[in-house]
């Protein structure tokens, strides 16, 4: 059962993942809402430029009417008319070229965003197959398109079966007017069914596009094998992470030992602690802490030191202080500068007592906040 469910796609698509899937050109699209975008766009800029368009309406059709005897006996009049019209042309339909245009991006901005992918354009010979090519068709989501354009279909014409039936009168008095009268009435009921045809399929693309959202969104859903593979993947094996880890830490621990004959006094606690400080007043504006361990490290930073005759200093409580306050390779905080001070004017005098040979001074016993021990009060 554990094996099953593993292989159903019940995860969500990682970032990983949804960039493959642009990169490849797979992004949710809806050709239903392009397509009310554009509708709608032509037709409100039909709409907002009217009288313009009406304007080079007349003159581009006059143009096949008005011209004098004169002209028709020249060869100039074919060229002058197509220049005219070229030029009416242009002014009647740039406004919707330009709104549809504009109106072709923004559609796939809306949903998926813009993107552009060279392996969408390789060629790929399978989709060439008819045997695939059959089982699309009658695939689920084959059906569902076929559904789809189904009801389209029938709620479309229905919409326009009831505008021509309110509209019934309304055509019919285009002819009972004026030649000019009743084409301007019949291109307002023109774009009012334009708008009625728009919105339509504005309603419908709104619907379409939530379901290619959610359709994308559940082709790319991944099983929880495919997400640990690609964490596996990106992140690496968690094995060869540890083992990584080990590595450096003991890199780490061998270039502590290697600085630690440099530090000028280790403070120990007795046994659990040992912290290493080494301070250079040219160099350091603090003492630093140069090697730290807890038991077994411990254990042999004393033993490093013992051997290279270094001072080792027993304050067990600034020795946890010092270890749970201070990284390795950083200066001490500002609250332990007193406590470490008589530590190191305690390792200055017991060098001078040796050389004079006088009685060594009495080991100092610094106080130190609890709050600075963290987590080793109690050790």
Same mark, same amino acid.
């Given at each position: ?5 593993d ?11 949804l ?16 397509g ?24 581009l059709?006059?143009?096949?009417m008005?011209y ?14 197509l ?7 242009l002014?009647?339909?740039?406004? $919707? =070229?330009l &709104?549809?245009? %504009?109106?072709?991006?923004? *559609?796939?901005i809306?949903? +998926?965003? /813009?993107?552009f992918?060279?392996q969408?354009?390789?060629p790929?010979f ?46 019919q ?9 009743? $084409? =301007?009435q &019949?291109?307002? %009921?023109?774009a009012?069914? *334009?708008?009625?045809?728009? +919105?339509? /399929? ?24 495919e ?9 690496g ?17 061998q ?5 630690l004959p ?83 004017a305690?390792?200055?005098?017991l ?17 130190v ?11």
């Amino acid at each position: 059962m554990a094996e099953g469910s593993d292989q159903e796609k019940t995860e969500q698509p990682t970032e990983k993942r949804l960039r493959e899937s642009r990169e490849k050109g797979e992004v949710a699209r809806s050709r239903d809402l392009s397509g009310a975008m554009v509708v709608l766009a032509g037709v409100l800029a039909l709409i907002g430029t009217g009288d313009n368009a009406w304007r080079h309406a007349q003159r581009l059709f006059a143009l096949g009417m008005n011209y004098s005897r004169e002209a028709l006996l020249t060869d100039a009049l074919p060229g002058r008319t197509l220049h005219a019209a070229v030029f009416e042309a242009l002014g009647l339909f740039w406004p $919707i =070229a330009l &709104a549809t245009v %504009l109106a072709t991006l923004v *559609g796939p901005i809306l949903l +998926g965003g /813009l993107n552009f992918s060279v392996q969408a354009l390789e060629p790929k010979f399978e989709r060439l197959d008819p045997i695939k090519g059959l089982g699309k068709i009658f695939a689920v989501r084959g059906l569902v398109e076929l559904g789809k354009a189904l009801l389209k279909l029938l709620f479309i014409g229905l919409v326009l079966a009831l505008l021509l039936r309110n509209w019934n009168e309304q055509l019919q008095g285009t002819g009972r007017g004026s030649v000019m009268a009743g $084409i =301007a009435q &019949a291109l307002q %009921l023109m774009a009012r069914a *334009g708008l009625w045809f728009g +919105g339509v /399929l504005a309603f419908i693309g709104a619907i379409d596009a939530i379901w290619q959202k959610y359709d994308h969104n559940k082709n790319l859903r991944m099983t929880l094998q495919e997400v640990r593979d690609e964490m596996k993947e990106t992140e690496g094996n968690p094995e060869m992470k540890g083992r990584i880890r080990q590595v450096q830490q003991a890199q780490a621990r061998q270039r502590m030992m290697e600085e630690l004959p440099k530090a000028d006094v280790v403070v120990v606690n007795p046994t659990h602690f040992a912290v290493a400080l080494r301070y250079d007043d040219s160099r350091m504006g603090a003492p630093r802490v140069i090697a730290k361990g807890i038991d077994v490290l411990a254990a042999q930073i004393r033993l490093v030191a013992a051997s290279h005759h270094i001072p080792m200093v027993e304050a067990p409580p600034l020795a946890r202080a010092l270890y749970a306050t201070t990284r390795l390779g950083h200066e001490i905080p500002a609250a332990l500068y007193v406590a470490v001070a008589q530590i190191l004017a305690y390792v200055y005098q017991l060098k001078q007592a040796a050389e004079r040979g006088d009685t060594p001074p009495a080991a100092p016993s610094p106080q130190v906040d609890p709050d600075l021990m963290g987590p080793y009060r109690e050790r």
